[in-house]
């Protein structure tokens, strides 16, 4: 049988076939950053990105405007495209360049195109700064990349501080690396954070928030959210989740350990781990205020506040769930967000070594399908129009209650109905 080759590996060709267009009409063209750091690490990079002395310009006349974005022009950027089945595989092939000022704590001013190694220099952290050359298959390396990340150490390239001051973003990207990797922090670089984590206000909501949900992501949020907590960075992101954690140990311990339970993580089970301990320490705090705070400080669409919401607000019931009536449980069962919710509360239930009654319970009733577990209503307004009873605002109740007691049995057909009714 034949083995079809992962996405990673679509990408990585195409970003070869890219390298060597450009080597073979005269331009140089290295593999650049993230993917040459993970393919060293033996990881599947989830992009390909190619560094290259042709402008953006010249590289839109190689490959042809219909295959060509000038996406960053003005940073010499441009992504190459290419359609895959029902899929776009793209690359982002950007000019050696050297920044100017970085003046709101974002992004340069200008940039002037520059050498490989000035263009490694402007990089954020070493084990970023390094190029593969395809031509020669070799790692260049200008910034000592290769030993950091043998050594396993998260390292700013050049002075941290001024590396730091140039894009305060990076503070929240060593955190992320140096949890997904599980390498330490340099200490040069980590006093940088510390001096200049109260200034992360200068970065955007929505940089923030794509940090952050890297992050949530990780087998290793856990460790991750320690760091943020220890660097002052989480009082900058979440202060009222920041605030519980600075005043009580145990509360950053048991919040910790559920994160760290998780078997897939994401950035809404996590927030609903946040969430869901807030309210449970919180008792003036609602869950109006939580879909407040999320928005306020992250900004997700209102899928994922209700995600998150749905997951913390009824982690007790579910954990409970085999002592509710099944008028009760059932919406909850067929519910978009159940899986989220079930996996925060068997999380907690495991954290706190209590019983999985309910949890075993749930699981074994959403194994029975949607026809079962959401059968039909056994009547609808129609019926009770035709039935006799006047229309008006009890009809919506009178539905309802019909609704619960078919979920729990009392009432089977449209006779039971009817003898109710009467």
Known sequence: MEVQPTWSEIQRAFALEIANRLDHAKFI?????????????SRHPSDYDVATNASPQQVQKLFGPANTLLVGAAFGVACVHRRHESKHINVEVASFRSDGEYIDGRRPDSIRFATPQEDAARRDFTINGMFWDPKSEQIIDFVGGRADLQSGIIRAIGDASHRIA???LRMIRAVRFAARYDFEIEPATWEAVLAASNQLGVVSIERIYDEMQKICKLSSAASATQRLHDSGLLQVIWPRLEQHFSESKTFLADTLSIVDGFSEPSFSLVMAAFANQ??????????????????????????????????????????????HSWSTIQPLLIHRHINVALELARTIAGHEASSLDGIRWVESKLQLGNATLDPPPLVNGEDLRSWGLVAGPLYRQILDDIRKQQLDGSLNNREDVKAWLA
């Open 29 to 41: 063209a290295y593999f650049a950053g993230g993917c040459v750091r993970d393919e060293m690490l």
């Open 166 to 168: 140039e894009d305060k």
């Open 278 to 323: 807030l309210l449970r320490v919180d008792k003036s705090f609602t869950s109006a205020d939580i879909r407040s705070e999320l928005k306020s400080h992250f900004k997700p669409s209102n899928e994922i506040l209700d995600e998150v919401l749905f997951a913390a607000g009824n982690v007790q019931i579910l954990r409970e769930a085999n002592k």
